[in-house]
């Protein structure tokens, strides 16, 4: 298959609109046993998906790369913590009150040192995965 007949295939043209001015997360991949609460979850929060491959994957940009959801494996991804850069404190926060306002947990943001001064917004998705969304300090 050529890259165009792949591209009108799979993705979303046009792009949905992105919610939030992120910078990014490193290529994250995330297998879900209840694959279909997940992508409802995940869209509530991000929107519609950028990228629908069959009944079993779904990609959303964020930023310079792409989250993943794959439907298989037993549970959900417990054992991991997705990396979530925003581009502002403030749109950390908000992206923070996103996933808490879908059933997420989170506690309250904190400015930290990691490697820099950020503002760190954790959450926990209905399925036990920790998010850690954070943003750089001026």
């Keep these: ?72 494996g037993e549970g959900s991804p417990t054992n991991v913590e997705v990396p979530i850069v925003a581009a502002t404190p403030s749109e950390a926060e908000r992206l923070q009150r996103a996933f808490i306002d879908a059933g997420a947990t989170g506690s309250h943001p904190e400015d930290e040192l990691m490697y820099e001064p950020v503002r760190l917004c954790p959450v926990t998705d209905p399925f036990g995965t920790q998010l850690l969304i954070s943003a750089r300090l001026t």
């Design 1 to 72: 298959m050529d890259f165009n007949t792949y591209r009108h295939a799979y993705f979303t043209d046009p792009p949905p609109e992105p919610r939030f001015d992120l910078e990014g997360v490193v290529g994250i991949t995330l297998f879900f046993a209840d694959y279909a609460e997940a992508v409802d979850f995940y869209t509530q929060v991000l929107g519609a998906p950028a990228y629908s491959e069959g009944t079993a994957t779904r990609g959303w940009r964020l930023g310079g790369t792409w989250l993943t959801l794959l439907a298989g």
